[in-house]
């Protein structure tokens, strides 16, 4: 079977796609699945958190955009976690954007460049960035899931009609099998109210689409990038690694 393709996608910064990304991934890795982390996202930080030296990489994201000849396979590196690869990216990515305005098919380079790739592994997972722009479109393009990562707060919701609007349209347009599978609750506070009203807010846009599991505002979490460690390796104790072990096993079932 094909892999599941899913993006992590939401136009709001900070609101834990990357964290989600590579602590998913892990997670989903040490169950023994196999799976590839797309890095889409110019500030390179699913890259670093995985401790990939970004500022000299021979090949990454960019060059399997831009470069014809290039493609996803050429430019997959190990992660120092069993069964988790990554295709990095760093700042260069950010001039793929522009230099994929006047490109035929631009919207589908990445889906393009796939060449098998997705019947090597059970997931690839897909750390967009902050905007929806060519490189988003070309992650929706390519996925055949979408999950978005919505942080508990007052202005969790904002944008969020915009965003689905866009997965409509790539739906419609360029990718007829996608879907949005899974709203994943993040930076919970357990001692706030309001991260329970917004939560009731979320259920009643999103009923049975939002995963159970919610990840909880954990400090360790936030530590973990600057090493260059998923949490399961920095801190396999805390409520992070715990929360996103729960997520992964979520994801598995509901696959
Ligand atoms: P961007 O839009 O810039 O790509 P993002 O959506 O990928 O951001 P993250 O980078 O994952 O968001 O998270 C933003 C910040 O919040 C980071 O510093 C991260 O370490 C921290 N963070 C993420 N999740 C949690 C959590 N559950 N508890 C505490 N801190 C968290
Ligand atoms: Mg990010």
Redesign the pocket.
Known sequence: MPARIIALT?Q?????????AVNLSTALASMGQRVLLLDM?P?G?ASIHLGISIYDLPVSMYDVLVDPDKMLRDAIYKTPVENLDIVPSNIELSGAELELVNMIGRESTLKDSMDGTENEYDFIFI?C??SLGLLTLNALTTSTEVMI?VQTEYFALEGMKKLLKSVEVVKKRLNHNLEVTGIIP??YDVRVNLSDAIMEKIIECFGNKVFKTK?????R??ES?SFGIPIEVYSPKSH?AHDYCCLAKEVLNNG
Not at 12 to 20: A, D, F, I, Q, S
Not at 215 to 219: D, E, F, G, S, T
């Open positions: 939401n709001k910064g900070g609101c834990g796609k990357t964290t989600t996202d500030q930080n750390d960035p902050p990562p993040t930076m990840i909880r505002k954990n400090v979490l936030a990038p992070g």
